[in-house]
């Protein structure tokens, strides 16, 4: 049986844990149109990404953009992932004519817009454009 102490002891061991370790950069989100114009509307660093499960260089982008994921510069980004699929309406409204696109915003303003790049370094440069 474990006593009291042990128990508050394990869980003071596990905050601290998640405490010391730094916030992963880029948590990815299925594109919620509600959801992207509340973080515009706050002024957050928004990306979204045109993806399908069948595309390669949507592959090489999504390698690219992992790669990203501890960059401390780039903790706040959020960044949406929409399928090209199944988007109809919502790659109509962004103005999105192939899958691989990504777009970026520093609040509601577009400051980017790529489609089939797969290069870390342009990549890298897109996502920082909305800080």
């Not at 006593?3 to 992963?24: D, E, H, I, T």
């Not at 696109?101 to 996502?127: P, V």
Request: one cysteine or more; proline letters at 4%; hydrophobic letters at 45%.
């Amino acid at each position: 049986m474990i006593n009291r102490f042990a128990m508050f002891a394990a869980l003071m061991l596990s905050f601290g844990l998640a405490v010391s370790q730094p916030a992963a950069a880029l948590d990815k989100k299925p594109y919620d149109a509600a959801a992207v114009a509340a973080d515009q509307a706050a002024g957050k660093p928004v990306v979204i990404h045109v993806t399908a499960p069948w595309c390669s260089t949507c592959s090489a982008q999504k390698s690219a953009i992992e790669s990203f994921k501890d960059d401390p510069a780039l903790k706040d980004v959020a960044l949406y992932e929409l399928d090209y699929d199944t988007g109809g309406d919502a790659l109509k409204a962004l103005n999105v004519r192939s899958q691989s696109t990504l777009i970026a915003y520093k609040g509601k303003t577009e400051t980017g817009r790529s489609a089939g790049d797969t290069s870390a370094k342009g990549l890298e440069a897109l996502m920082k454009s909305t800080l």
